[in-house]
């Protein structure tokens, strides 16, 4: 079997996919007309089991059943972006102000084009797949993995491995790359409130200070990164939103501000917030000002399971070629939510290669002018067919 070939033959399935959900973008947690393409796709194809508004989301999860009880996940998110599409190709966004700048529609057709391959081959399969289409990625506040997780994705029946792409223009089309362990950051939100007593800016012995008191907090929160984390533990603290103050001359009695932390590692993401309490306490207090402090977990850090990847890696190695497995040197600070289904899951985070100069598509994800390589989709479709078949076939 050639799962590389078997993708570039049904090439023109996975790409008219692909564009019709890229004209039609849908935000985070509003993926309606995708999941309705995405479950009628899965219908024509013939999967066992369909389940539409899984955890009373928008997510379609669906199984092929093969020859044994173990079960392996392969998952896709379907969420757009609010960007204003700028790339001027045929198959642009019809929906104002809504872009897939983040490369979700190939990851949803994709995986449509992986589970046309798998019912193909279903006969030799050695146990089941369990195909998850992900809503709201894109946004912490509605949390599409956590919530399917929650919802029991991973069980009924039980997923031992879970495998999961994203496409990648800063590499090559035909490549892939991961690492183990720690690949992306934790992803985790701040806002303080500091409170002190306004006043005349020419009597500042009569009222509490609070612009000087935040300056005192932004120099102290930025030496917790320098100072208090372990130098060799990756770690970003930035304050990204300050405001108070009305008038030149009125000293405010507050000033908020809010911000962000990436870790890659949990211990450290535990410690952080109770350096910043620390830090929020004693400088209020010395000036005699209060504080509110409010921290909002979000994604953790994704860690590629190490036996896993190690297996993964060595079969893509069969299905691309040596050269086209690249070990990730480091991880990045950037957030992902797969990183859910890792922490119960053992499981492994591609990056897919769709960068190509003269085709142009090596701006970065975010950008209103970001597009793929569509030569990548096969590639895309082969490596999740063929390491859920893989994984399924070792044992
Ligand atoms: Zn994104
Ligand atoms: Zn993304």
Same mark, same amino acid.
């Given at each position: 079997m050639d799962f590389l070939k078997d993708a570039r033959e049904i090439k023109d399935f996975i790409v008219g996919l692909r564009r019709q959900i890229h004209q039609y973008p849908e935000l985070s947690g509003r993926e309606f007309k995708t999941s309705e393409l995405v479950a009628d796709t899965l219908k024509d194809i013939g999967v066992d089991e369909l389940q539409e508004g899984f955890g009373e989301t928008t997510a379609v999860v669906a199984l092929i059943k093969g020859n044994s009880d173990r079960t392996v996940a392969l998952r896709a998110d379907m969420d757009a972006l609010p960007i204003k599409e700028e790339?001027?190709?045929?198959?642009?966004?019809?929906?104002?102000?809504?872009?897939?700048a983040c490369g979700h529609d190939a990851h949803t057709a994709m995986l449509l084009g992986a589970a046309k391959l798998l019912v193909k081959h279903k006969k030799k399969l050695k146990g089941n797949v369990k195909l998850i289409f992900q809503p709201?990625?894109?946004?912490?506040?509605?949390?599409g993995a956590k919530r399917l997780v929650a919802a029991?994705?991973?069980?009924?029946?039980?997923?031992g491995a879970i495998f999961g792409i994203h496409v990648f223009p800063e590499l090559e089309t035909g490549k892939v790359a991961t690492c183990p362990g720690a690949a992306l950051a934790s992803s985790d939100v701040f806002r303080i409130k500091i409170y002190g007593k306004g006043t005349h800016a020419s009597k500042p012995h009569m009222g509490i200070d609070t612009v000087l008191i935040a300056s005192q907090v932004v120099n102290t929160l930025h030496h917790i990164v320098s100072r208090?984390?372990?130098? %060799?533990d990756p770690a970003v603290l930035t304050i990204g939103t300050i405001k108070g103050g009305e008038a030149e001359n009125i000293i405010p009695d507050t000033v908020e501000m809010a911000g962000t932390i990436r870790t890659l590692n949990e211990d450290v993401r535990k410690k952080i917030p109770l350096w910043i309490e620390e830090a929020l306490r004693g400088i209020t207090s010395a000036y005699g000002g209060s504080y509110e402090f409010d921290y909002e977990e979000g994604t953790p850090p994704l860690i590629n399971d190490k036996k896993v990847t190690e297996f993964a890696m060595n079969s893509l190695k069969e299905l %691309?070629?040596?050269?086209?497995v690249l070990y990730l040197e480091k991880p990045s600070m950037g957030g992902e939510d797969f990183a859910e289904y890792l922490k119960f899951v053992p499981g492994t985070y591609f990056r897919l290669g769709t960068g190509n100069r003269e085709k142009g598509t090596t701006y970065p994800l975010h950008n209103p002018r970001f597009d793929i390589d569509e030569d990548a989709l096969p590639v895309g479709t082969a490596v999740l067919s063929f390491l859920a078949f893989k994984w399924l076939s070792d044992k």
């Open positions: 790339t001027g190709k045929p198959y642009a966004s019809k929906i104002d102000g809504v872009m897939h709201c990625e894109e946004r912490q506040d509605c949390r029991g994705v991973l069980r009924n029946p039980d997923v208090r984390v372990d130098p %060799l %691309l070629g040596e050269g086209n």
